[in-house]
């Protein structure tokens, strides 16, 4: 007589779970792996040397956790890069933080770093995020002589109203409203705009006027020098523009979310303005973030 054949017994409560628990690990594992092999990470910019080397270091620093990565740098703004990101069509650009919430929300108020960061993470589409800050600001600021800082005793953009009425404000390209609004303390006269950099510093380092050049343009033409500084507040200054990493959320799992934290922890402004110069001079966006990433171990 053949043998009976065994019925399986039925697993027991325990036993279920056991298995369900593993199952979740593998699922969690293979999530956190990030993008799949098989479809690179699409990293894009502007065109400007600033953001075409942030977005090399984010893309160095994503390609260490082996991830493949493509970088296509486009002429498009934020507003272009924000829904190219929404439709999949990139995975991660650079950008500041105030020109992300202009370009999500038609009249923001939100002025501080805090409150701006809310205000974009409210704003942004659906499957799209960004990632920690670096300390990186392009928050426009006031530069003028340092003769007149010392003559007013002044620590702070908040005190720019101790400065004589009336001086003429030189500033590189135009001035938003809300920067318009934050430099009226200084009860400034005529402004002249679209100059240069240079042409900023040399109106007033005699001390006769007062200039506006964003936080990388400050870093780049005041460096080393002492007869020329600047003011600015996060409390009373316009709107803040910290640098962070815009990416879709399910392209990016805990390994890269930890490098691009670790850029974060190490990118300053002055780093980005050095490194955004060597790229205006010709050098490859690539070749320089990677020895920024060497040199920072990142």
Request: glycine residues 8%.
């Amino acid at each position: 007589m053949l043998p009976r054949p065994r019925t399986p017994r039925p697993r027991s409560a325990r036993q279920s779970a056991a298995l369900a628990a593993i199952a979740g690990v593998l699922i969690a594992l293979l999530t956190a792996c990030g993008p799949d092999d098989d479809e690179p990470f699409r990293v894009g910019s502007d065109q400007s040397p600033a953001m075409r080397v942030a977005a090399a270091i984010y893309a160095g620093a994503l390609a260490r956790t082996g991830v493949r990565v493509e970088i296509a740098p486009t002429v498009d703004g934020d507003r272009d890069l924000l829904d190219a990101t929404a439709r999949g069509e990139k995975d991660l650009f650079p950008a500041f933080t105030g020109d992300l919430l202009v370009a999500l929300t038609p009249k923001p108020d939100a002025t501080s770093a805090d409150d701006v960061e809310t205000a974009v993470n409210r704003a942004l589409p659906q499957g799209v995020t960004i990632g920690d800050p670096a300390a990186v600001s392009d928050r426009r600021q006031v530069v003028l002589a340092q003769r007149l800082v010392d003559a007013h005793r002044l620590t702070d953009l908040a005190d720019c109203g101790e400065l004589p009425s009336g001086l003429p404000l030189a500033t590189t390209g135009t001035l938003s409203d809300d920067e318009r609004a934050a430099f009226s303390l200084c009860r400034v006269g005529p402004i002249e705009e679209n100059l240069t950099p240079a042409q900023v510093v040399a109106r007033v380092e005699a001390g006769t006027q007062l200039g506006a050049l964003t936080g990388l343009e400050a870093a780049t033409v005041l460096a080393g020098r002492e007869d020329v500084t600047s003011l600015r507040s996060e409390s009373s200054g316009p709107r803040a523009q910290s640098l962070v990493p815009v990416y879709r959320s399910g392209r990016v799992g805990k390994s890269q979310m930890k490098a691009l934290s670790r850029v974060a922890g190490e990118l300053t402004t002055v780093d980005l303005a050095e490194l955004g110069r060597k790229v205006q001079d010709g050098a490859d966006p690539t070749a320089v973030a990677n020895e920024w990433l060497s040199s920072s171990g990142v």
